[in-house]
């Protein structure tokens, strides 16, 4: 797993291949918008920073996003309990912390360009509808269904079929979170956005494709994985 960029990387490069990095680049406040066509080396020195200190920040997000690559086969053979000790700390916390982090830009892009791009006040409408299922979604799973999935996986659940129900209740919320990002890949063109946009316009995107492969692989883990352990 070698770390793909250097001082020379231009910034704009950084962010089109690995998205999450501008939330590294907002935090240093390096513009990486109209201002990302420059080497990382010569945005740390405009801002008076530290280059190797951005670049350790830059390969926390970079090992964080390639570790979920292992996912498929580490988590097959895992017990119930790891799985979903896996499932919150890599999927529901950055699944939490992605919508923090993105509204503020899926706002400011439908408010800016709404007028000439009406399909961002859809975008916009989609993401909201698909950031309130999953937060309901995900504290649900976290304060009742997956307790109830460890008594389950441990032998000691009172009420089997209404576990069963609970857990074929979650695989129809992941069918509708599903048909969501469906409706917003449909679209975005596949998350293609137009040639003449700005740098916020194409993180948006770039960043709800991230998204979407992100709540895939949070359900593949459940749907595929743990659940079929117990329906």
Known sequence: MTFPFSANSL???IVNELPKTSDVFKRYRIDFCC?????LSEAATQGDLDIDSILEDLKAVYEKNESKETDLEVWTNSDSNTIIDHVIANYHRA???EFKMLSPYVTKVSRVHGDNHPELLKVYE????LKKEML?????EEETVFPIIRKLAD???ENREEAINMIIELEKEHDNAGAILKELRKITGDFTPPIDTCGTYRLVYNRLEDLEGLTFMHVHLENN???PRYI
């Open 126 to 129: 989609l993401y909201q509808e």
């Open 155 to 157: 032998g000691t659940v």
């Open 35 to 39: 201002g990302g066509n420059i080497p």
């Open 11 to 13: 910034v704009k490069d």
């Open 95 to 97: 699944t939490e912390e």
């Open 225 to 227: 994985i743990l659940f």
């Open 136 to 140: 309901e979604h995900m504290a649900k």
